[in-house]
């Protein structure tokens, strides 16, 4: 079941990529693809990103969280000549 779901998101990400080439061909395109898009994925009417949830937004935090603590580490490791 899942190669389904695959295959089905990666024909949907066909068909938009295609949909955005044939607009950026025409000169008098609407872009309803590209427009779409960028009004309700990108941002809402406060001018937030609202393509992110907010488990996710959160989520990327927690990971830089993370990689700035071992990055600090590391150099805290290199000056003090930890081993």
Known sequence: MEKTHY???HNVGLVVRTLRLLEE???DSKKII???YDELYLKNK???ISGLTRYETQ???LFTLI???FCIIILAS???HFK
């Open 46 to 48: 406060n001018g937030k």
């Open 7 to 9: 295959a089905t998101e």
């Open 59 to 61: 989520l990327t935090w």
């Open 67 to 69: 990689y700035c603590i």
């Open 25 to 27: 061909t025409d000169p």
């Open 34 to 36: 590209t427009k779409e």
């Open 78 to 80: 290199l000056i003090f």
